[in-house]
């Protein structure tokens, strides 16, 4: 395919990806440094070009899936994607120009190395948390015992709370340890439309259908995502369960994700529902502010040149608090900090700054203010949100006020001068009151656990 084609495609799909996107800004940004570079109808492989290493890390783990899906949609095809950076592509070309056979092997040294597994999503960069710590255990123990253990591994929960990571992550794990295995990782809306196609297919319908229930039957293991998808699909449902079936009685792995615990999904018939609770069925919750901040710093040291030096642990609080009820959005808020280092140059980024950057993240979602913290805290307390801000020194109002105030210091990104106006104290009076509160967070567990739950309380809608 010739240059001013590929430019051509690239451009649809950037037009694909934009209409999803909310930070526009950002995003063209950095896909516009980025090429669709080659399309190989006979290595079956798109390759796409990075300008650097940050922008390919980028590239690879928010927008692998969309861009490969506005190619395939694009093109009607089936290709796989391949991100490079450009230095990489200029070797593979050098090692093209070599030896024309060279071009297939050289290629697939850069490539994902099973066509269904995403290899960045392993246990390596997954952060387990107290409360995820059986969810990741038994994720682990299906990844080295697959078909032995819990099978089907049934796991469900809220949206980006790391399902489709560990997923891949079993699946990646498994595939180390056993190289012969062939794993098979599918959202069941694919699964689905396959199901479709199949049946629109001319001629014998069942012979057809049959044949691709034995395509997926000569998997060893079969990682299913979102599997709610296929509620309203009868036929899609029937096949599925053949499969599933035929996993589970020949002993073969199936783990399954879902929004929802078996018993609420209603569409499902009771055979499916008791078989999918047949395994172990295992939540994934928010992780709490703690294991927030390890998921940012991870995910930000992923950026070759980003210095964790360069984030004050306030910041890294402050964007916890406000995304940690789903990590995708924390996502979102890094690429924001590495693009902000990209444009402005690297500088220090301290609550202010972190507050500025996610001014416009945050302006589509609920937003607190001071007035929303002191309500919430005063409802806690069960005291009047006025005496919060009002004089009394009683300790029971007191203590609420201290908190409050730690709150609005630490959700809000607000100046201590701002926060003194609205509780009508001076600037040392705030000080005193976050240090206090500081100081006893450290030794009492009882007021960890207040400001956490407060913290999620006014951070959700
Ligand atoms: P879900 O499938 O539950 O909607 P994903 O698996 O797509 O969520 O997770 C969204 C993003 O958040 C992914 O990029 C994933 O890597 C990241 N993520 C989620 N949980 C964790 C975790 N505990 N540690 C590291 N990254 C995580
Ligand atoms: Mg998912």
């Given at each position: 395919m010739d240059k001013k084609n590929l430019t051509e495609i690239w451009d649809l799909i950037l037009e694909d990806i934009l209409k999803e996107e909310e930070n526009k800004d950002s995003i063209e940004l950095i896909l516009e440094n980025t090429k669709l570079r080659e399309i190989d109808e006979k290595s079956g492989k798109a390759v796409v070009v990075s300008e650097t290493e940050v922008f390919k890390t980028i590239i690879d783990t928010n927008w692998y899936n969309q861009i490969k899906e506005s190619i395939n949609l694009r093109l009607n095809s089936n290709f796989q994607l391949v991100i490079l950076t450009e230095d990489e592509y200029q070797k593979y070309l050098e090692d093209q120009k070599k030896s024309e056979f060279s071009r297939e092997i050289d290629l697939n040294s850069y490539?994902?190395?099973?066509?269904?597994?995403?290899?960045?999503?392993?246990f390596s960069n997954f952060i387990s948390s107290e409360s995820n710590k059986s969810l990741f255990a038994s994720a682990m123990i299906v990844a080295q015992n697959p078909g032995r253990?819990?099978?089907?591994l049934f796991i469900y929960g809220g949206s980006g709370l790391g399902k489709t990571h560990l997923l891949h992550a079993i699946g990646n794990e498994a595939w180390r340890r056993i190289p012969s295995m062939s794993i098979k990782y599918i959202e069941s809306r694919d699964f689905g439309k396959t199901v479709g196609e199949v049946m629109k297919n001319k001629g014998d319908v069942t012979s057809q259908i049959a044949a691709f229930q034995e395509k997926f039957s000569k998997y060893d293991i079969l990682l299913v995502d979102d599997?709610?998808?296929?509620?309203?699909w009868d036929k899609t449902k029937e096949i599925f369960f053949n499969i599933f079936n035929y996993f589970i009685t020949q002993g073969k792995q199936v783990v399954l994700t879902a929004d929802r615990y078996p018993e609420e999904m209603?569409?499902?018939e009771d055979r499916f529902r008791t078989r999918f609770k047949s395994g172990l069925v295992i939540t994934v919750v928010p992780p709490d502010i703690d294991t927030a901040i390890k998921i940012i710093k991870l995910k930000l040291t992923a950026?070759?040149?980003?210095?964790?030096?360069?984030?004050t642990e306030e910041a890294l609080e402050y964007i916890a608090t406000n995304f940690s009820s789903n990590i995708r959005d924390i996502e979102g808020a890094i690429n924001r900090i590495i693009l902000m280092n990209i444009v402005e140059g690297a500088s220090l980024i301290d609550l202010n700054r972190a507050h500025v950057i996610f001014k416009e993240i945050t302006k589509n979602k609920h937003v607190s203010s001071p007035k929303r913290i002191i309500n919430e805290v005063a409802k806690h307390f069960k005291v009047a949100a006025a005496e919060i801000t009002g004089t009394n020194r009683r300790k029971e109002i007191m203590f609420p006020r201290h908190i409050a105030i730690y709150l609005c210091k630490t959700m809000?990104?607000?100046?201590l001068k701002e926060i003194g106006r609205e509780f009508n104290r001076d600037h040392s009076t705030i000080i005193s009151s976050i240090e206090k509160i500081e100081k006893e967070k450290e030794t009492n567990t009882e007021i960890a656990q207040v400001i956490y739950d407060l913290r999620k309380l006014i951070s959700s809608n």
């Amino acid at each position: 395919m010739d240059k001013k084609n590929l430019t051509e495609i690239w451009d649809l799909i950037l037009e694909d990806i934009l209409k999803e996107e909310e930070n526009k800004d950002s995003i063209e940004l950095i896909l516009e440094n980025t090429k669709l570079r080659e399309i190989d109808e006979k290595s079956g492989k798109a390759v796409v070009v990075s300008e650097t290493e940050v922008f390919k890390t980028i590239i690879d783990t928010n927008w692998y899936n969309q861009i490969k899906e506005s190619i395939n949609l694009r093109l009607n095809s089936n290709f796989q994607l391949v991100i490079l950076t450009e230095d990489e592509y200029q070797k593979y070309l050098e090692d093209q120009k070599k030896s024309e056979f060279s071009r297939e092997i050289d290629l697939n040294s850069y490539i994902h190395p099973n066509d269904s597994l995403n290899p960045n999503y392993l246990f390596s960069n997954f952060i387990s948390s107290e409360s995820n710590k059986s969810l990741f255990a038994s994720a682990m123990i299906v990844a080295q015992n697959p078909g032995r253990k819990f099978n089907p591994l049934f796991i469900y929960g809220g949206s980006g709370l790391g399902k489709t990571h560990l997923l891949h992550a079993i699946g990646n794990e498994a595939w180390r340890r056993i190289p012969s295995m062939s794993i098979k990782y599918i959202e069941s809306r694919d699964f689905g439309k396959t199901v479709g196609e199949v049946m629109k297919n001319k001629g014998d319908v069942t012979s057809q259908i049959a044949a691709f229930q034995e395509k997926f039957s000569k998997y060893d293991i079969l990682l299913v995502d979102d599997i709610q998808f296929i509620e309203s699909w009868d036929k899609t449902k029937e096949i599925f369960f053949n499969i599933f079936n035929y996993f589970i009685t020949q002993g073969k792995q199936v783990v399954l994700t879902a929004d929802r615990y078996p018993e609420e999904m209603d569409s499902f018939e009771d055979r499916f529902r008791t078989r999918f609770k047949s395994g172990l069925v295992i939540t994934v919750v928010p992780p709490d502010i703690d294991t927030a901040i390890k998921i940012i710093k991870l995910k930000l040291t992923a950026h070759v040149d980003f210095d964790l030096k360069q984030i004050t642990e306030e910041a890294l609080e402050y964007i916890a608090t406000n995304f940690s009820s789903n990590i995708r959005d924390i996502e979102g808020a890094i690429n924001r900090i590495i693009l902000m280092n990209i444009v402005e140059g690297a500088s220090l980024i301290d609550l202010n700054r972190a507050h500025v950057i996610f001014k416009e993240i945050t302006k589509n979602k609920h937003v607190s203010s001071p007035k929303r913290i002191i309500n919430e805290v005063a409802k806690h307390f069960k005291v009047a949100a006025a005496e919060i801000t009002g004089t009394n020194r009683r300790k029971e109002i007191m203590f609420p006020r201290h908190i409050a105030i730690y709150l609005c210091k630490t959700m809000l990104g607000i100046s201590l001068k701002e926060i003194g106006r609205e509780f009508n104290r001076d600037h040392s009076t705030i000080i005193s009151s976050i240090e206090k509160i500081e100081k006893e967070k450290e030794t009492n567990t009882e007021i960890a656990q207040v400001i956490y739950d407060l913290r999620k309380l006014i951070s959700s809608n």
